[in-house]
């Protein structure tokens, strides 16, 4: 079973800086297996990304992912006050079939 | 627009069975789309439960698939879940969500399910 281990843990940045959060597998994925999600307090998760790098409807552009392999980054170019939340990675294993979760970057305002 | 929603008990004694139900409104549960559950223990990550498609074929979670049932109901438009012999480590809030391709495109709103006597 893959892991992924998600770095780092919590990311204190300013509104307008520009984040990079880190997911890495202990085995390849597939790109088309790997997306990310936003967590608020309170609320169900949001998909962001899908494909390690199509973005879901109505996510603005200013969420990017990327990576293959072993190694996919999230980037948020520039920073807004509602991007502060945590993030995920997950990816799809099709042997046997299901689904696992990063343990989740904290992104906190600095 | 999809949307699901969670019901069911808050409290489940421990060594019984967790049962919640995920209602489809908006779209049809026959649609061709898998249908999963997903948990989160309070101020912890996420953990994939298992999987159903609208056929009734299912997958599980290794580490849970002893225990589990997820199961649909087309008539009522319905996804359920069964989680027998829980635990306090079963205390979590429960998602429904509906597949995207290889991941969850659509989440309900979540329900906590607290394991006390």
């Known amino acids: 079973e893959s892991v ?8 204190s940045l300013s509104p307008g800086e520009r984040a990079t959060l880190s997911c890495r597998a202990s085995q390849s994925v597939s790109s088309n297996y790997l997306a990310w999600y936003q967590q608020k307090p309170g609320q169900a998760p949001r998909l962001l990304i899908y494909g390690a790098s199509s973005r879901a409807t109505g996510i603005p552009d200013r969420f990017s992912g990327s990576g293959s392999g072993t190694d996919f980054t999230l980037t948020i170019s ?8 945590v993030y995920y990675c997950q990816q799809y294993d099709d042997s046997p079939p299901g689904y696992t979760f990063g343990q989740g ?3 906190e305002i600095k | 627009q999809v949307q699901l929603q969670e019901s069911g008990p808050g409290l489940v004694n421990p060594s019984g069975t967790l049962s919640l139900a995920c209602a489809v409104s908006g779209g049809s549960i026959s649609s061709g789309s898998w249908w999963s559950w997903v948990r989160q223990p309070p101020g912890k990550g996420l953990e994939w439960i298992g999987q159903t498609y609208y056929d009734g074929y299912a997958h599980y979670n290794p580490s849970l698939k002893s225990r589990v049932t997820i199961s649909v109901d087309k008539s009522m438009s319905q996804v359920s879940l069964r989680l027998s012999s829980v635990t306090a480590a079963d205390t979590a809030v429960y998602y429904c969500a509906r597949h995207s391709g290889y991941c969850f495109g659509i989440w309900g709103q979540g329900a906590l399910v607290t394991v006390s006597s």
């Open chain 1, 4 to 11: 992924l281990t998600q770095s780092p843990g919590t990311l």
């Open chain 1, 78 to 85: 520039r920073l807004e006050p509602e991007d502060f939340a």
């Open chain 1, 105 to 107: 970057t904290k992104l």
